[in-house]
């Protein structure tokens, strides 16, 4: 009965050179070991297998019908293998395959959407899949009826909000009052152009306001690995050399 989980791919990569040579004192030099433990992995190959693969004597090592049926499947596995660490190492060196962005509607349509051209130039054989939702962004936020305001160095002063409308949608609810239906406390990155055309009005400049009263910062949130994929890593970077220092929203 064979046992797969025992196959090692050492001892798989030695049965092909072994195959070859047809000598275990070749390959033990070639591979820098004694020739006794080229024989043991290829015994522990066999018992893996339960099936001989070489008819040993003093002169040669031969193949038997066992070991010519295993060779080719042991040749595929090298091969797999080797286009494995191929692709792997391509990674490494050029972003490429998929990467998927996902971010506000709003700040994904100003600002990380108008970056995509010059991203696809970059990184030809990167496919971006970028989602647009401000789901993530206000859940797990207390509502439109907490709004936290305070002068610099300041306690923070709750004031509670009636709304005339609420929305999940950041341009709705620019769009209402560009209209003059109300007040809204924004980002930066979001009325920015508003603010510099004056189609907006900031109010109490000299107050921090937010709806917490954590600082607000710009994140790229993406899984704890040890080693990032180079396409997470290539689309951070490239986005914050375009973003800018300082922001070139606030600039």
């Given at each position: ?13 030695i049965?092909i ?15 820098g ?23 040993r004597?003093t ?16 040749r595929?596995?090298a091969g797999?293998?080797e ?15 998929p990467?998927?962005i996902n ?9 990380v ?5 010059g ?19 206000y ?13 610099p ?16 949608n950041a341009?709705?609810?620019l ?9 809204v ?7 920015s ?13 000299e ?9 607000q910062?710009?994140a790229a949130?993406y899984?704890h ?5 180079l396409?997470?890593?290539a689309v951070?970077?490239y986005?914050?050399a ?6 070139y929203w606030?600039a």
């Amino acid at each position: 009965m064979t046992d797969a989980g025992n196959i090692s791919l050492r001892a798989v990569l030695i049965f092909i050179q072994v195959y070859d040579a047809q000598n275990f004192s070749a390959v033990a030099r070639r591979e820098g070991v004694a020739a006794s433990q080229v024989s043991r992995a290829i015994h522990q190959l066999e018992d893996a297998l339960g099936q001989q693969l070489f008819y040993r004597n003093t002169r040669a090592v031969i193949p038997t019908e066992s070991g010519h049926l295993f060779i080719r499947y042991a040749r595929a596995m090298a091969g797999n293998l080797e286009e494995a660490r191929r692709e792997l190492d391509e990674r490494a060196l050029e972003p490429t395959g998929p990467i998927r962005i996902n971010c506000p509607v709003f700040f994904g349509q100003r600002h990380v959407a108008p970056g995509l051209a010059g991203l696809s130039a970059r990184y030809p054989r990167l496919s971006v899949e970028l989602t647009l939702t401000d789901d993530f962004v206000y859940r797990g936020s207390s509502g439109p009826n907490r709004w936290l305001m305070r002068r610099p160095g300041e306690a923070w002063v709750h004031y509670p909000v009636a709304p005339l409308m609420t929305s999940n949608n950041a341009e709705t609810l620019l769009v209402a009052a560009l209209g003059g239906m109300g007040i809204v406390l924004f980002p930066d990155w979001l009325v920015s152009e508003r603010l510099k055309s004056g189609e907006l009005v900031s109010l109490l400049p000299e107050h921090e306001c937010g709806i917490n009263t954590e600082p607000q910062t710009l994140a790229a949130i993406y899984p704890h690995t040890r080693h990032p994929p180079l396409n997470v890593r290539a689309v951070i970077d490239y986005y914050v050399a375009l973003f800018g220092t300082p922001l070139y929203w606030q600039a």
